[in-house]
């Protein structure tokens, strides 16, 4: 079956400093990968997403490239800011079976950056 | 415009007792998607929909949850002879459709077993 593996948190970095968390899947078919985020208090947010492999997401700073060699989807920021303290969940979908494009997602990693 | 919404956003029962949690999608998404978040299994998929119809049920996790949705919107989860395991926050999504579409999450109902 499928399944999802990312780094277990939390992570605490200082403002300004680089970020990476690491994801890594596997998967029968050929999915699409995504990030998540969860703000405090907040629900579940689409952060980016990569539909095919060496394509990159990116958004709001952040970046990830759909590896397939080595089924990673590493999750990048060049500077954090406070406001990016969150949870974030790797997850994938894959088109095929009867559940249509479920998301299957990785335990989450909460991340705390510092001022 | 309008986002998913879930009712209660908290809800608190006795162990055996039956819940229904509702969900309100987008309008006009047609893929409506059910999950658990809970801190012993993470965010796991319970079930999903394409319009009325649940192709696949075996996401969930005992014969005591049922989900239905009327009318290609509304959903309800149905959680009967509630146990403490059960306690967890129950996410809902919807997207336009079951494909390479985004999907889009409800804020949650939050479900405390007494």
């Keep these: 079956g499928n399944s999802v593996t990312q780094m277990e948190g939390p992570v605490t970095l200082s403002e300004e400093a680089f970020l990476t968390i690491n994801c890594t899947y596997t998967a029968t078919g050929y999915p699409s990968l995504f990030w998540y985020v969860q703000y405090p208090g907040e629900g579940l947010q689409l952060l980016l997403k990569a539909t095919k492999a060496d394509d990159k997401g990116s958004n709001k700073g952040f970046e990830a490239t759909y590896r397939k060699e080595t089924t990673s989807f590493h999750l990048e920021k060049g500077s954090v800011q406070v406001s990016d303290s969150a949870v974030y969940f790797c997850a994938l979908s894959d088109p095929g079976g009867n559940a249509g494009n479920m998301l299957t997602f990785g335990g989450g990693t909460r991340l705390m950056v510092k001022p | 415009g309008a986002g998913v919404s879930q009712s209660p956003s908290n809800k608190v029962t006795e162990k055996g007792k039956d819940v229904e949690l509702r969900c309100d999608p987008i309008s006009g998404h047609t893929a409506l998607y059910w999950y658990r978040q809970s801190l012993g299994q993470g965010l796991e998929f319970l079930i999903y929909f394409q ?8 996401g969930l996790p005992s014969d005591r949850f ?9 959903s309800t989860l149905t959680i009967q002879r509630t146990q403490q395991e059960d306690s967890a926050v129950y996410l809902c999504a919807s997207s336009l459709a079951a494909g ?5 999450f409800g804020p949650g109902t939050r479900l405390t077993v007494t």
């Excluded at chain 2, 319009?51 to 075996?58: I, R």
């Excluded at chain 2, 049922?66 to 509304?74: I, K, L, N, Q």
């Excluded at chain 2, 390479?100 to 889009?104: A, K």
Aim: no cysteine; aromatic share 10%.
């Design chain 2, 66 to 74: 049922s989900a239905e949705r009327t009318g290609g919107s509304v």
């Design chain 2, 51 to 58: 319009g009325n119809s649940a192709p696949d049920k075996s």
């Design chain 2, 100 to 104: 390479n579409y985004e999907q889009y």
